[in-house]
Structure formats: C-alpha cells, structure tokens
Nanobody, 115 residues
C-alpha cells in the first residue's frame, strides 16, 4: 500500500497550490479519502474529505470556500486545490485512505505560506 503526496512548496499569501495523492496497492475506488494537516506544535487537523464515489465533500471551517477536494478513481488519485492561501495554512499535508478498519497514510508534503 502506498499513498504518495506531491505538489507542496513555498507560496506567497493569496497564492494557490494543488496537492496530489497517488494511491496504489489497494482498491482506491472503495475508500473514502481525507486530507489532514499538521502545523508545528499543533495536533493533526482534518482539512477535507470525499467519499469513495466522489460527490459530497466536507471541509474544516478554516478552509471552506478556499480549498476543494476531488478525486479521479480512474487515476487512483485524490487532489486538494488550495486557493487564497494564508500564513496559517502552513503545515505538512497528509492524505489518508479510510474504509472501516483499514486506514492508510501518506508521508506528507510540506506547504509553506510566507511573504
């Protein structure tokens, strides 16, 4: 099982980034997918989630209206489009695959918002 995040980097406030998470080794289309983030000294926070077949998505209040989660089950990939980035969005972002007792994590990708 592998989840590999990419797309992180350094961006100025107000900028955009698109994170990707490529999945392999399990039946991606059967799993709900989530994006979490963890800032230094803080607990890991659920940012966004999308069910296995797509459709209804859910977001943390802090990112509503700015972030969009999507998935492409044909490509075994989940995305997080992040717009209007703020300094407080700086964190390591992790993707997570969840189905019942099964719970897989990626290694994370760093997002730094700085002027």
């Amino acid at each position: 099982v592998q989840l590999v995040e990419s797309g992180g980097g350094l961006v100025q406030p107000g900028g955009s980034l698109r994170l990707s998470c490529a999945a392999s080794g399990f039946t991606f289309r059967s799993y709900a997918m989530r994006w979490y983030r963890q800032a230094p000294g803080k607990e890991r926070e659920l940012v966004a989630s999308i069910p296995s077949a797509g459709g209804y998505t859910n977001y943390a209040d802090s990112v509503k209206g700015r972030f969009t989660v999507s998935r492409d089950n044909a490509k075994n990939t989940v995305y997080l489009q992040m717009n209007s980035l703020k300094l407080e969005d700086t964190a390591v972002y992790y993707c997570n695959a969840f189905r019942g007792l099964y719970d897989y994590w990626g290694q994370g990708t760093q997002v730094t918002v700085s002027s």
